[in-house]
T-cell receptor, first 118, second 109 residues
Framework: DTAVSQTPKYLVTQMGNDKSIKCEQN?????MYWYKQDSKKFLKIMFS???????INETVPNRFSPKSPDKAHLNLHINSLELGDSAVYFC?????????????????FGNGTRLTVT | DAKTTQPPSMDCAEGRAANLPCNHS???????VYWYRQIHSQGPQYIIH???NNETNEMASLIITEDRKSSTLILPHATLRDTAVYYC??????????FGAGTRLTVKP
């Protein structure tokens, strides 16, 4: 029943490793996102995909590579993990349409993946 | 990045109305005002949004000033479970939500 689900919930790994976080939404939305929340609790957008196409790509190291096999999934792969990558990563989805359109929906977030790099 | 200003923290007594202010003096005519909240370390939860008119749903009311430069989120009867960080965001389209520091609301018994 979970609308936006992320796995794993916790991820502890060592520097230099490569890891992936998976996200799936069953809301039928056509846009998915990755947000990062650091230790200071600031929530920053990283990527946005609309119908499997990259829409937003903030200033994120290219060690982070999102992959969208279909519009219900947006996975985040991180290469060569660094200590500074430790954070909570949130996946979200929404339906984006023309402005003022009832077709639009608010963001629905997953419960986050807490990544700890040691 | 955030185009809004919110007080960093507020307290509210349980059962009373919680009024959370937000300033957005540079808001454009086609930008909506959105409110989300984050309880502990869960994912943010949508509360309400509006353009010009006041809005009400089962969770809260949103009052937007006539000049649209500020708004207030009202939780009519705050409960302990409403303790959270509340984010006010202005955005043309929900495709690019930018979260600021928010207001940490503590509801006290």
């Amino acid at each position: 029943d979970t609308a936006v689900s992320q796995t794993p919930k916790y991820l502890v790994t060592q520097m230099g490793n490569d890891k992936s976080i998976k996200c799936e939404q069953n809301l039928g939305h056509d846009t998915m996102y990755w947000y990062k929340q650091d230790s200071k609790k600031f929530l920053k957008i990283m990527f946005s995909y609309n119908n499997k196409e990259l829409i937003i790509n903030e200033t994120v190291p290219n060690r982070f590579s999102p992959k969208s096999p279909d519009k219900a999934h947006l996975n985040l792969h991180i290469n060569s993990l660094e200590l500074g990558d430790s954070a909570v990563y949130f996946c979200a989805s929404s339906q984006v349409g023309p402005q003022f359109s009832s077709y639009n929906s608010p963001l629905h977030f997953g419960n986050g993946t807490r990544l700890t790099v040691t | 990045d955030a185009k809004t200003t919110q007080p960093p923290s507020m307290d509210c007594a349980e059962g009373r109305a919680a009024n959370l202010p937000c300033n957005h003096s540079t808001i454009s005519g086609n930008e909506y005002v959105y409110w989300y909240r984050q309880i502990h370390s869960q994912g943010p939860q949508y509360i309400i949004h509006g353009l010009k008119n006041n809005e009400t749903n089962e969770m809260a009311s949103l009052i937007i000033t006539e000049d649209r430069k500020s708004s207030t989120l009202i939780l009519p009867h705050a409960t302990l479970r409403d303790t959270a960080v509340y984010y006010c965001i202005v955005e043309y389209n929900n495709n690019d939500m930018r979260f600021g520091a928010g207001t940490r609301l503590t509801v006290k018994p």
